[in-house]
């Protein structure tokens, strides 16, 4: 019955009840039992005794003020060890009992680990203090209470505290460099760790910008070689405190090959490799840009380790070209970039073409010039011509590659090419330039005469000038107005040209014509005066007096009327006789030509053939005239075919005009047989020493043509030479077949002046030579190299520099370009324009505005609206003394030149010179051939006064290897050199004095 009543819960505690219900309150017990047996009744009558008693005890407890008392009410202890709690009655000889959540402990519940101990029970201060052992996890929240007589006392919780357990998931760690780290160390506790403390070798870490702390967790982006070390997680709670290390290690993030900085000519080859250690996929990318096999330039091989790129142009300049190699886990690294130098002519973008702009307002040609190295000279053109800006105050020139035309003319219509240069050729670009401008019209001089019931083209002027194209409007002696939307009224056409056909001119047609241009700026007018007469008659009675193999002469009677105007002149015709032969017809093809007459109004048509198997355009297919004076009736028609049927009429012309009467009566006739003539002998060049000679056959004299001659020579100058055609050059017989009209000649020298003649043979003998026009072999179109210039004087501040130019190449007019050197690097410029020069005279130019005397080369170029020729080589060197310039205080050291590489001397004052060379790489491996450099002097001076240059270091050889080393043997004073170090890109060599010593020079 006790046990139930104190059980405090819902439960069945008493098997012999099949049914018993419990519930107790601090200061109220229910109990409820339904019998089922003798034994049940005995306990319910013993439960409502206890009950009885019970209640007496809570009302003692309740008169005396208090009840039982447990302490501490926090009970803290560390797993494993022992803790002790009490328990106070408060009321004497009263036993308590205690409760371990919520369940009473007693023999059929016991707690092994829980022993008691009384203190004076029964007395007014005693307590039972009770002692647990062997505290765990499990015990934690563990709730103790004292219970007497039914009452309740306060609760007593189980706090078991356990210091912080650290571990680090692995024992060490490797990443790779730029990787980020991420340590997550376990970390245990209770209560939890309040305190966390990160250190790397000792020292301790905080955040920062890379490095994040959060706890137990360190994040480190991008890591380096530097942050490889050990780590520690130090965590402290109020019960104690742990620590646990791992050890990381940043490996370097090592491309075994990777891009180098490359320099390169225009139109060279680049071959990139990349391999990284741990890389297993590639890719290549230049300024952030893919690259893939399918761009022109690219071709990736082995597996993407090698990129051959090129060829480079001007735009490959500073490009930087990454390797990035992909590593197992999808990590990507970058290499170091390799930058590509591209060493080409100027490239030159021209603004959009065409421009186009009004008549006098301003323009400016902006062009775009992209040149490394740098260019040196800049030449504008204006069709052909080169500007000058003084001669010129239209134009002017901003800053190097921009022209400005000032109140724009119409003149200053057509293409401006710039040419810019540097000591790799040339480069230009064209733009075209429309100027806008109103129409104008130049006036005819003189009335337009038109024949009776011939139609006539009335023009609108000699000239008419309109940018853009004009329409024309005209208005007609009888009022008719003839526009482009109204082109054809009667007899009146205007036609594409502007001009106005009239189609059967009639006397009533007599008069003025006013024409009239226009476009969107204005319009112009001229009239026109139109005078309809009568041609002369037609001459009579013609006769040949005499023929020749290439000549007849021909007489002839007066018109009977000569018209509206006096007679000015006769014209006498001669006209081939000739026909297209039917090659079927075998009799016609062989029994020589069929006479016809043709129209002499229309031309010869080119299909025609003769019977000698020549064509029109070998011959002479025009008619040939001869015109003379209105008072004689006889006239000699020369240049005539020999052997030839021909057709001769007479006509007469009116004075002043353009009529004409009807032909006379025609005269049949054929010249005599002669030996054959050769036509226009042309020379073509084909390439490098080949020129083919073309030629036409004028007359065949009536024979077969049995064989050409041809001769060549240089124009002018020596004897003429006979090709062969089985060498195709050299001395032989003339074995060029008669039905062959050309012939190409190899082995001539290039750059050179030839003349070629040939002439036809029959079997009446051979005819006259005909000689071509000079042709020069090869040209490349622009000059050839300067000869090594001198200096032949100079003065205030100039100085005087003769030269000479063999070859001209395209043009006689060119620019030159003078260059004071100074170890080989270009100090001043003078650009100076020719024109009509001769080839190989000397040219004596003046280099103004000198701006140091000193020690001196010269170099010239030159340059015409192609392009540059190569620069001569430098002039000896010459200590020019321009005496309003004084020499300059000091000289910061010689350069060597800017191909080679360049010398730096620094002066220390009171202690050394130190003079630096760098010599690159690249100008080395281009030629791979030993260099020796000469001796170059740097002087100093101080308060005492300059000290004298002297040498204090020899020559050395330097060769290129392929290693960047220098295997050739470097002198200088005994023991002083600073450092001699190989360089990945060259050598960099520096000595030093000590002070006083006078100066270094460096090789």
Known sequence: ATECLHSGARAEKLRKCRASYCVHHRFRVFISCWPNSRRCNRWLMGSVTAFIVGTNLMLMVALAGSGPHIQPPEIIVKEGETTKFTCTPLIPAALPVLEKNNLLITPTNPEPRLEHQDYGIGTENGNRTYTLSDVTLKDDGTQFRCIIAGVVSNTAVLNVVVPPVVSSPVSSLTIIEGEHLTLNFTVTGDPPPHSFTWQRNGEQLTNTERVSIADNVLRIRDASRLDSGNY?????????EDSAWTVVEVAYNEFLLFPRDATLLDGEMVTLDCLHRFGQDYSWRANDTALGSQDDKVDIVQGGLQLR??????????????????????????SPPARLEVIAPPHIQPPPSPITITEGTDVTLD?????HPPATSFTFWHNGRQLDTNTDPAISIRGSSSLVVMATPRTAAGNYTLVAGNSQGAGSGSVQLIVYHPPSITPLPGPVVAQIHRDVSIPCGTGIESTPQPNYTWTCCNGDIITQSMPQSNRLTLQD????????????DNGTFTCTVSNFLGSSNTSIRLLVLDPPTEPRNPQLLQIGPTWARLQWTPPTNNGSLPLSSYRAVATPQVTAIDSSNSTAASSGLVRTALNLSSPIPSEVVFSNNSS??????EASYAVVDAGTTEANVMSLVPSFPYKVVVMALSNGTNLQSLPSTPVNFATEVYVPGVGAVVAIVMGPAAITVQWALAYSGGLPVQYFDLGFRRADVGEWRTPTEESGMGMGPPLISGHT???????????????FRVLAANQLGRGEYTVSETVLSHPTGVPSQPSIPEFSGWGEDFAVVTTSIQKLGS?????????????????????????????GTQLQIVFPNISYSGAWQVQAFASNHLGVSESSIPSLTADVSVTNVPFPYHTAGPVIGAL????NCAVIVGVAIICVLTVRESFLQKRRLAKRMELAQASASNTDGPLSPRSVLHSGDYRYSPDGRSNGNIHGPPNEPIYDQPRRRGWHMAYSLPAGAGSASVV
């Not at 520690?232 to 104690?240: K, Y």
């Not at 500073?318 to 990035?324: F, G, Q, R, T």
């Not at 062009?367 to 040149?371: E, N």
């Not at 040209?497 to 009533?508: H, I, M």
Request: with cysteine; aromatic share 10%.
């Open 232 to 240: 520690t997680l130090r965590a402290v709670n109020s019960v104690g």
């Open 309 to 334: 790129y090129g060829p480079v142009d001007y735009r490959d300049h500073s490009l930087s070209v990454h390797c990035i190699a992909r590593l197992g886990n999808g990590r990507e690294f970058v």
């Open 367 to 371: 062009f775009v010039v992209t040149s």
């Open 497 to 508: 040209d502007g001009s106005l056909l009239l189609r059967s001119a009639e006397y009533t």
């Open 616 to 621: 029109c355009v070998e011959v002479v297919c």
């Open 741 to 755: 009209r050309s012939f190409t000649l190899r082995g001539l020298e290039s750059e050179e002046l030839y003349e």
């Open 811 to 839: 043009s006689t007019n060119f620019s030159v370009t003078l260059s004071l050197l100074v170890g080989g690097a270009t100090i001043q410029s003078h650009t100076e324009f020719l024109e009509n020069y001769e080839s």
């Open 900 to 903: 080679m590489g360049a010398v």
